[in-house]
Structure formats: C-alpha cells, structure tokens
C-alpha cells in the first residue's frame, strides 16, 4: 500500500526497497528468537535509544549506497526532492502520519512509539550526510583525476 504512494512521486524501487521489504521482518523474527525478554525498565530504555540510533545509521547508510529506499523511507526521499523541504520534516510527517493512522485503527501508542516518530527524521538526515560519498570533482563519474603510469589502457 505505501509503495503505491510512490507512484505520483515518481519513486523507483531498487534492491534496498525489495530487501527491506523482506528481510527486515524475517531478520527481526529471528532476532527476537533468538534474544530473551527484558523487562527491566533500566535496560530497556538503553536498547530502545541504542535501537532508534542505530535504525538511523542504517537509513543513512543504505539510502547513501544507492540501494534504493524502503517503503517509508521512498516516501520520504519523494517528498524531499518534490517539494524541497528537508529530510528531518519530511521523515517525520511520514512517522506522525503512521502513528495517528495507527491509533486512528485501534492501535496503542507508547513512549517509544513517540520517540522514534519525533527522532527518526532528525537522524535519517544526520546520517544521510555521514555516509554520503563525496561527488566526483566536475560532475565526472572518474574514480581517479589522472592516468596512473603503466596503465593498460591508456585514453
């Protein structure tokens, strides 16, 4: 359903969205399999801040390779280039908009719930720039700025 969304915002698929798509949830299945309940309140607001973090860093990394962007993560690179706004304002009307949709349907909203909605966009934009590689110097998709000598081919 969010990936229909993509369509009037001219969003493509890639590898990323596919994989997100699909690992992701059978990535958590195993995890949660496999690592036991907590219940203490003292260390679970260590895993959830540790958790936001790093979901962030991910974003901003798999987003930068080019792998293609997930489903709400799509949403949110097509808003920013349709409409100019920043990464953090767009990311976060996403999350608030499946939070209330949330609710709207029935669900429970947490603080951690609040937390991620308010926090995932500043994030996704810090690491978006952490990771991003640099543009070549003149537009150019050249690795190198010379010719090495003894190289094979020579332009």
């Known amino acids: 359903m969010v990936l229909l969304l993509w369509i009037p915002l001219r969003q493509r698929p890639g590898l990323g969205t596919v994989s997100n798509v699909f690992v992701v949830g059978l990535a958590m299945d195993g995890t949660l399999a496999l690592l036991p309940d907590v219940h203490a309140l003292a260390v679970r607001v260590p895993l959830l801040v540790a958790g936001i973090v790093l979901n962030g ?7 930068a390779a080019s792998f293609g962007p997930g489903p ?11 409409t100019g706004r920043s990464i953090r304002l767009m990311r976060t009307a996403v999350e608030v908009t499946v939070v209330v949709s949330g609710f709207a349907l029935g669900g429970t909203i947490g603080i ?19 990771f991003a590689a640099p ?4 537009g150019s998709t050249a690795v190198a700025a010379v010719t ?6 020579r332009p």
Do not use: E, N
């Open 57 to 63: 860093a991910a974003t901003g990394l798999y987003i």
């Open 72 to 82: 709400r993560d799509g949403l949110m690179t097509g808003l920013h280039r349709r």
């Open 112 to 130: 951690g719930t609040v937390l991620y909605a308010v926090s995932i966009g500043p994030l996704a934009q810090l690491f978006l720039k952490v």
């Open 135 to 138: 543009p070549a110097p003149g």
């Open 148 to 153: 090495p000598d003894g190289a094979i081919l």
